[in-house]
C-alpha cells in the first residue's frame, strides 16, 4: 500500500479511518527505505488523501415480481407471513456466507416462516463448493446466483431485512442499498461495517451467529425499532452518501489533475 500511495497523484479514502491507515503506511514505508536504502524521507502522504464516502443511486425493477423469486429460491410460503432475510455477497471467504448459516437454520426450525437467502455471483470455485453443500443440507437457508442489478434491488425492498456476515469490508454497498430502500439492515460487527451502522440507530451489529439470532427475533417482533432504523438509514444515506457529491469529488480531483499537467 505505501508504494502505491507514493507513486499515485491523489488517493481517496472511504472513511477518515482509512485515510489515517493509508498515511500510516506510507510513513512505515518511507522510514523503511530511509534506514535500509539511505533514501531520504519524502514529504508526508497528507496532502494527497481524500476522504469521499461511497455514493449510492438505487434503481429497483418496478416490474419484477416478488413471488416468482420466492419460487425459484424454493420457499413455497405466502409472502404475507414470510420474513426474508437477505444476505448479498459473492461466494469468497472473505464474505463468510456461512457464518449465520447453522445458527439460521435452528431458529427456521423453531420459525418456518423465517428464512435467510444468499445471493450472488461464485467468485472462488472451490468455496462455492463448500457453500453449495452446506446450504443443501441447511433447512431454510436458499442460494440463488447473481442477478442484474435492478433486480437486485427490488429483492432488497421486498425482503424483511439485508444482512452482513463479512469477516471484512470495506465499506459494504449492499448495507448502504439496503437503507436507500428502506430496509433494516443487521451487520457483523467489524470497523468497516460500525463505519456506518450506528447500532439501533441506523442497523444493528452483531458479533456471533447467537447474537445475531437475538437481534433479528427482535426486529421481527418489535415494529417501533424496524421503522425508528429504517427512517435513520434512509436519512444517513441522503445526508452522507450522495452520488452527486463523490461524482463531483471526482471531478475536482480529475480537475486539479489537468492542471497540474498543463503546468
Keep these: ?86 444476505l448479498i455477497c459473492g461466494l469468497r471467504q472473505v464474505k463468510d456466507p456461512l457464518y449465520l448459516v447453522d445458527a439460521f437454520s435452528a431458529w427456521h426450525q423453531e420459525e418456518p416462516n423465517v428464512h435467510l437467502v444468499i445471493v450472488g455471483p461464485e467468485v472462488d470455485p472451490v468455496f462455492t463448493r463448500e457453500v453449495k453443500a452446506k446450504v443443501k443440507r441447511a433447512a431454510g437457508v436458499r442460494l440463488i446466483g447473481e442477478m442484474p442489478q435492478e433486480d437486485l434491488h427490488a429483492v432488497v425492498k ?16 449492499a448495507i448502504l442499498e439496503a437503507m436507500d430502500l428502506e430496509v433494516p439492515v443487521l451487520a457483523r460487527n467489524i470497523p468497516g461495517n460500525a463505519a456506518v451502522v450506528k447500532h439501533e440507530v441506523t442497523g444493528l451489529l452483531f458479533s456471533n451467529p447467537q447474537e445475531f439470532v437475538h437481534l433479528a427475533k427482535r426486529l421481527v417482533s418489535d415494529p417501533a425499532l424496524e421503522k425508528e432504523i429504517v427512517v435513520n438509514g434512509r436519512e444517513y444515506v441522503r445526508m452522507y452518501h450522495s452520488w452527486q457529491v463523490e461524482r463531483d469529488t471526482y471531478q475536482q480531483l480529475i480537475r486539479k489533475l489537468e492542471g497540474s499537467t498543463e503546468d
Design 1 to 86: 500500500m505505501g508504494r502505491v500511495l507514493e507513486e499515485a497523484r491523489f488517493a481517496v479514502a472511504f472513511t477518515e479511518s482509512m485515510k489515517e491507515m493509508a498515511q500510516a503506511q506510507w510513513k512505515a514505508r518511507q522510514i523503511s527505505l530511509a534506514v535500509t536504502s539511505a533514501v531520504p524521507v519524502q514529504p508526508h502522504a497528507k496532502g494527497k488523501v481524500y476522504v469521499q464516502s461511497q455514493g449510492i443511486a438505487t434503481t429497483p425493477n418496478a416490474a419484477f415480481n416478488w413471488n416468482t423469486f420466492l419460487q425459484r429460491s424454493e420457499i413455497n410460503q405466502s409472502a404475507d407471513n414470510l420474513h426474508i432475510f437477505l
Design 158 to 173: 421486498n425482503c424483511f431485512a439485508v444482512v452482513n456476515s463479512s469477516v471484512s469490508e470495506g465499506m459494504s454497498a
